[in-house]
């Protein structure tokens, strides 16, 4: 298999609130984008590396990011669009035609260990089409109605949290996105999401508690204390 990876990195933040976009924030001495590009790109599985950066950050971010590339890497940079969805689509047109396996990994997710990428690249490797990781629930979830009345309490212990780099046969993830576009898919916040529509399989491994999503200051807060622990 030869493996690309795609990190969708063009979102604002607003839920981080930082008034710049989330991934150019600072997490410890480096940017959320260079920390996530540094695992994944240095994890010995991929080939080529496609960012979709924020509007206008292009070229920044390709200046940002190039130290941390490893010699034999390709890297691309393009603008994301104004979803998520938008931003891998633009990011997988950038992505070299001899790359069969698609790692699409946020940059918000961005202290997964090297390993983690090495995980779902060997499972796809195994034979499986589309792979994410996840972990248990940890809270209770109800599923409510637009009055806050309880509607259902599912089985916790059938639900799992699903993280990122998710990996997917480039065929398989092509074919879920020109779906998608067709329908007009706005409620998918993620790509296994988008293959599970079509009714294609999609697989969960073991996913890990560092691959926890920044989304609020309080996120980062955590995230200031791991990579604290791993320096000391
Ligand atoms: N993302 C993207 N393009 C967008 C929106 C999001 O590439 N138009 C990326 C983000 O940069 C992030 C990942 O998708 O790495 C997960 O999204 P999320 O955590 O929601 O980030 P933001 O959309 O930036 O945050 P918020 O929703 O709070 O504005
Ligand atoms: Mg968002």
Do not use: Y
């Not at 961005?110 to 796809?124: H, M, R, S």
């Not at 806050?148 to 996105?177: I, K, N, W, Y």
């Amino acid at each position: 298999i030869v493996v690309g990876l795609i990190i969708p990195a063009a979102g604002a933040g607003e839920r981080l609130g930082a008034g710049i976009p989330k991934a150019l924030c600072a997490l410890g001495a480096e940017a959320l984008l260079v920390h996530a590009v540094r695992a994944g790109a240095g994890s010995g599985v991929v080939t080529t590396v496609v960012i979709a950066a924020p509007p206008g950050e292009a070229d920044a971010v390709h200046k940002l990011v190039a130290p941390d590339i490893p010699p034999g890497v390709e890297l691309h940079v393009v603008e994301g669009g104004s979803s998520r969805r938008q931003s891998v689509r633009r990011a997988l047109d950038a992505t070299p035609p001899q790359v069969d396996v698609v790692l699409i990994h946020d940059a918000a997710r961005c202290l997964a260990p090297a390993a983690l990428f090495v995980a779902v690249a060997d499972a796809i490797d195994a034979g499986r089409d589309a792979v994410v990781p996840g972990l248990p629930v940890v809270d209770t979830l109800k599923q409510v109605d637009e009055t806050g009345a309880v509607v259902a309490t599912p089985d916790r212990s059938l639900l799992q949290a699903v993280q990122t780099p998710q990996g997917f046969r480039r065929h398989v993830l092509e074919r879920a996105h020109r779906a998608a576009e067709e329908r007009g898919d706005t409620t998918a916040t993620d790509d296994a999401g988008l293959v599970e529509w079509l009714g294609q399989p999609v697989h969960v491994i073991p996913g890990h508690d560092h691959a926890m999503k920044i989304t609020r200051p309080i996120d980062l807060v955590l995230a200031e204390a791991l990579i604290a622990g791993e320096n000391s």
